[in-house]
């Protein structure tokens, strides 16, 4: 890998994170249309992450990657989005299927438990 791919994919990790704390700061505000709009740029942020990431053959950092977009996605409320991308996580990484279960299954709590934007 050269320096500067390196460099991309550091600067996406870092837009990324920052993506995520802007949608979580803003949902916590109440401001549910600003959260969904950070949330689905970190989801498409980490789309790309992943795939850099199995390219390069890194697939714990690769399924992290995917398991967090599908999240964005399920925050950001788009969980037709979201359900596809944990429904593909699961054939692909069939020993992690508990693992991602627990992940969707928190996800619907929070939802049901603070009127947020998730559906």
Known sequence: MTTAEASVSDMLVTVKSREIQRGMQAEMRGDHATAARHLLAA?????????DYESLRQSRLAFRSLLSAASCFWQAGDA?????????????????????????????????????IRT
């Open 80 to 116: 037709k989005q979201a359900n596809r991308l944990f429904l593909d996580l699961k054939r692909r990484y069939r020993n992690r299927k508990v693992e991602i279960d627990d992940i969707q299954r928190e996800l619907k709590a929070c939802a049901k438990g603070n009127g947020s």
């Open 43 to 51: 989801a498409h942020l980490e789309l790309v992450l992943a795939s």
